[in-house]
T-cell receptor
Framework: AQSVTQLGSHVSVSEGALVLLRCNYS??????LFWYVQYPNQGLQLLLK??????LVKGINGFEAEFKKSETSFHLTKPSAHMSDAAEYFC????????????FGKGTKLTVNP | DSGVTQTPKHLITATGQRVTLRCSPR?????VYWYQQSLDQGLQFLIQ???????AKGNILERFSAQQFPDLHSELNLSSLELGDSALYFC???????????FGSGTRLTVV
């Protein structure tokens, strides 16, 4: 069965520093992969997605993620953190040709220090 | 505004009671998904409806049920509520899942 693992429930960076949030998937067939962001007391907002084609995916707010089949990873990065990036980030995977549900990781809470 | 509307935003009720959560999907989306978000379990898939029909079922308790109506809005019914049912309940909609979901802002249920 599809599973998604996020390494690190909390990540803290300084403003202007690189953001790296890790996500690994477990699936014999590379799934569709997504990153969502959740701000306090709000719903989840889609940051970016990988379905097919180019393995480096650019999303909103300067975030990008690279699909690496050999490492079964889909890590999220941003070159320079901004205070407004403080939120919880969720990686999710969906099976190709199977159930349409998305399986979510446990989430990583990003803190940005001034 | 994501286009997915959930009501109510907050709900406080007593153990043993029954509540109904409502979701209106984004215009044009035929699929509706319900998720439960709690601190210990994270985001758990409950159930999916597609154009009025149940499409997939996840970790949904027998005390919970859902339906999707002809106008595509969906309701999640939670009965015989327990303290452990306190959580955020999200509805999401999509055209097809490989494009990702659009989430509503959630209903925060507190059972006292």
């Amino acid at each position: 069965a599809q599973s998604v693992t996020q390494l690190g429930s909390h990540v803290s960076v300084s403003e202007g520093a690189l953001v790296l949030l890790r996500c690994n998937y477990s699936s014999s067939v590379p799934p569709y992969l997504f990153w969502y962001v959740q701000y306090p007391n709000q719903g989840l907002q889609l940051l970016l997605k990988y379905t097919t084609g180019a393995t480096l995916v650019k999303g909103i707010n300067g975030f990008e993620a690279e699909f690496k089949k050999s490492e079964t990873s889909f890590h999220l990065t941003k070159p320079s953190a901004h205070m407004s990036d403080a939120a919880e980030y969720f990686c999710a995977g969906g099976d190709r040709g199977g159930s349409e549900k998305l399986v979510f990781g446990k989430g990583t809470k990003l803190t940005v220090n001034p | 505004d994501s286009g997915v509307t959930q009501t109510p935003k907050h709900l406080i009720t007593a153990t043993g009671q029954r509540v109904t959560l409502r979701c209106s999907p984004r215009s044009g989306d035929l699929s509706v998904y319900w998720y439960q978000q709690s601190l210990d379990q994270g985001l758990q898939f409950l159930i999916q409806y597609y154009n009025g029909e149940e499409r997939a079922k996840g970790n949904i308790l027998e005390r919970f049920s859902a339906q999707q109506f002809p106008d595509l809005h969906s309701e999640l019914n939670l009965s015989s509520l327990e303290l452990g049912d306190s959580a955020l309940y999200f509805c999401a909609s999509s055209v097809v899942s490989n494009y990702g979901y659009t989430f509503g802002s959630g209903t925060r249920l507190t059972v006292v």
